[in-house]
């Protein structure tokens, strides 16, 4: 619900929230360009000297006014000759013309009023009404992401799109929010919305009939500094009845012209002062650096509009239609996703296909719409759920949870839930893990085991199928086919080969930089920018499902470089080790950003075995800052498939690797990593409570032999893998 009130308002309003946002910036220049350009009055001059300087250049004068700006303005009449001036109260004398800036008035029509008057103005106060609803829901949203208010400023990880909006929207929601508020504040003012408030002292009926008393003479004048006057209204010439008019940040009074005595005094009320304060805030005027922090954060409602369209085109756009879905009260198989980017529906189109062919009749659903009275024929229920932020429901699985938990499980229906996530957060598929341990409780029969894919992973969906079509007596085949990015040719440079003498023949594969245009360099798309850790994905031929591996080394490297081991059967290992110099592949680049060894001088500990080593090479060879770094390597023999043994020892002397710990698992005594670790206990300790991050990459078994090995090491400290998780010092790149 939240989500949807802070969509389409946003979606709807978009068009007025830019002129919003863009006049009111451009607009927020103007308190500060004047506060810089005004002659300022010194700090002890009075009221009196001030009107005494001006009177005696203007004779004429009829009103002194000082903006908040500090800018002094006269207004006189010389032989019917009405004049103006902006002035220096060192003189008195006028500086520069009083006009009003034309590109300003021009921009505050816009503002204000689109040109179209009261329309106008109730067009633009729905445009602040849009904006602070979505400040709001914004709000909301971002807690939900990062946990709560402690974790405000916590690192974001997701696309692209998505972190720019958000960490937008951390740093601009107060400003925001102050803007749209005092906006409507004023509009509500405009059309006298809001009681008056003001207190003001009836014109005196009684003065003495005397004229010609000097400013410099009467004595309020002479207590009232510069820096407090708003305006001062000499009497009109001949009129005895007339007075001096002063208005103050502290009230309004009347003098009486002939002797200066103040005939009659009005504070300012506390509704009034309410009142400027709010148009302060809103305009800058007396706050000019205000003003402009303000419309710096205005700058960021295009830029969260335009990330915001993307997020929705994105989710729009990966949400496939999936012909010949059935009814849900004729469907055998339920099939409900719960995604936040639309990627999730795309699997479930391709299980929804395959079930499909195999006879089944299948409904597919938003997991939002959980309706067990309607599934009446149904057999099994699978569901497929994402994962949003900190372990929250994605967008099309808000209030599952609940509707799960209020609902009596299907007598006839078995379930199985299949998480999608990224093994680099903290909450891997956190959701999915509370769906299925929810319909545990509620003692929905089980028809598989609760699985995972990461990284929307193929290969991942492929083998949670073949268990599925088991459990339902299938041959069933997910060949998911994601829709993937543009792809280039790489031509291979060299390659290095080990493990044959182990039965487990690798290859580090080094290709050309393929050429980048300048839209991709501005952008950042294609080949422009990686990092290792990043992935490569690779389209073998005959087939369009592209296989991902971690990159061993970076856009500076001047290369790009993989680790890839042959497996049995395996279309793109076998095709990309029988490369020969010269030879190209297909391939597209595909960010990693959870899984990076981050800035700072903490130590790092990175685990790896086989090709896993890979992004961990990468690392090390870009380590010139020479941040310590100790390396726990796997391998089954030394001489066979020790990768990157050469470059091992120069890394060493060059002081990019600290430390090199090696685990042999076809020795005489099998040793793996987890060994290796518990082996150096100690230090292993001692470094993570110094503060080091942990880095892991290989396959799962591996991945959890370690995690269960650290487990152990850190007991006696009081920290785990699952705290290091959630501080962002325990990562994965796990396959």
């Not at 699985?397 to 299949?418: I, T």
């Not at 080790?577 to 981050?598: E, I, K, W």
Request: charged letters at 20%; aromatic letters at 8%.
């Amino acid at each position: 619900m939240i989500r949807a009130f802070h969509r389409w308002p946003g979606l709807l309003a978009l068009a007025l929230l830019t002129v919003l946002s863009l006049s009111g910036a451009a607009l927020s220049v103007f308190p500060a360009a004047e506060r810089l350009t005004a002659p300022q009055a010194e700090a002890d001059l009075s009221v009196a000297r001030l009107a005494d300087r001006i009177q005696s250049v203007y004779p004429g004068v009829e009103q002194i006014r000082r903006a908040p700006s500090g800018r002094i303005v006269a207004y006189w009449f010389d032989q019917d000759t009405p004049g103006a001036a902006v002035i220096d109260p060192a003189t008195g004398a006028g500086v520069a013309s009083a006009d009003p800036n034309q590109v300003q008035r021009w921009l505050t029509r816009l503002h204000r009023s689109l040109f179209l008057g009261d329309g106008g103005r109730l067009a633009m106060a729905a445009g602040a009404a849009a904006m602070l609803l979505l400040t709001f829901t914004g709000t909301a949203l971002v807690l939900r992401r990062v946990g709560g208010w402690r974790q405000w400023f916590a690192r974001l990880r997701g696309p692209l799109a998505g972190r720019i909006h958000v960490e937008i929207a951390r740093i601009t929601v107060i400003g925001l929010a102050l803007s749209s508020a005092t906006a409507l504040w004023m509009t509500a003012s405009t059309f006298d919305l809001l009681p008056d408030g003001g207190a003001s002292s009836a014109f005196p009926t009684e003065v003495s009939g005397q004229t010609g008393a000097a400013p410099g003479q009467i004595a309020l004048l002479q207590q009232t500094p510069v820096a407090e006057l708003r305006t001062l209204n000499f009497p009109y010439p001949g009129d005895a009845s007339d007075v001096f008019t002063l208005t103050t940040d502290r009230g309004t009074g009347y003098l009486d012209q002939g002797t200066g005595a103040q005939l009659a005094w009005a504070d300012q009320t506390g509704w009034q002062r309410v009142s400027e304060t709010i148009y302060m805030l809103h305009t800058g005027q007396g706050a000019a650096a205000l003003g402009l922090l303000l419309g710096l954060m205005a700058l960021g409602i295009p830029a969260m509009g335009a990330t915001g369209v993307l997020i929705w085109y994105a989710g729009q756009r990966n949400r496939p239609r999936i012909p010949g879905n059935q009814p849900a009260a004729r469907a055998e198989t339920i099939v409900l996703v719960g995604s936040e980017t639309g990627s999730t529906w795309g699997f479930a189109a391709t299980l929804h296909a395959a079930l499909t062919q195999a006879g089944h009749r299948v409904h597919v659903g938003a997991m939002s719409g959980f309706a067990p009275h309607r599934y009446t024929r149904a057999r099994q229920v699978l569901v497929l759920a994402a994962t949003y932020g900190d372990g929250a429901a994605p967008a099309s699985a808000k209030g599952f949870l609940e509707l799960l938990s209020e609902r009596a499980p299907l007598p006839e229906a078995r379930l199985a839930v299949l998480g999608f996530g990224d093994r680099s957060f903290p909450a891997y598929c956190a959701f999915a893990k509370a769906v299925d341990q929810t319909a545990r409780e509620k003692g929905w029969p089980a028809l598989l085991p609760f699985d995972t894919v990461d990284r929307q992973s193929p290969q991942d969906f492929a083998r949670w199928g073949r268990a599925l079509g088991q459990a339902l007596d299938l041959d069933l085949d997910l060949s998911h086919r994601p829709v993937l990015p543009a792809t280039q040719a790489l031509t291979l440079l060299s390659r290095r080969d080990y493990g044959a003498e182990v039965q487990a023949p690798t290859a580090i594969l080094r290709f050309a930089l393929p050429k980048v245009t300048r839209w991709q360099r501005l952008t950042g798309t294609g080949f422009a920018r990686f990092k290792a850790g990043d992935l490569i994905g690779i389209l073998p031929n005959g087939s369009p499902v592209a296989r991902l591996y971690s990159l061993a080394s970076a856009r500076r490297d001047g290369f790009l470089e993989i680790v890839v081991r042959r497996q049995p059967g395996g279309l793109a290992s076998c095709q990309l080790t029988a490369l020969a110099p010269g030879d190209t592949v297909t391939a597209f680049l595909r960010s990693n950003p959870g899984f990076r060894p981050g800035r700072g001088r903490a130590p790092l500990i990175l685990i790896g075995a086989g090709t896993g080593i890979a992004p961990l090479a990468g690392f090390i060879r870009r380590n010139s800052s020479r941040r310590p770094i100790h390396l726990f390597f796997g391998m089954r023999d030394p001489e066979s498939d020790f990768f990157y043994d050469t470059e091992m020892p120069d890394w060493r002397a060059d002081g990019k690797l600290t430390r090199l710990v090696t685990a042999v698992s076809r020795a005489s005594r099998p040793h793996y990593v987890q060994d290796a670790l518990r082996g150096d206990a100690a230090q292993v300790a001692q470094l993570i409570r110094d503060g080091a991050r942990v880095m892991v990459c290989g396959g799962r078994d591996m991945a959890a032999g370690v995690s269960e090995a650290l487990a152990e090491i850190l007991a006696p400290t009081g920290l785990t893998p699952a705290t290091l998780k959630a501080e962002g010092r325990y990562v994965e790149d796990v396959y």
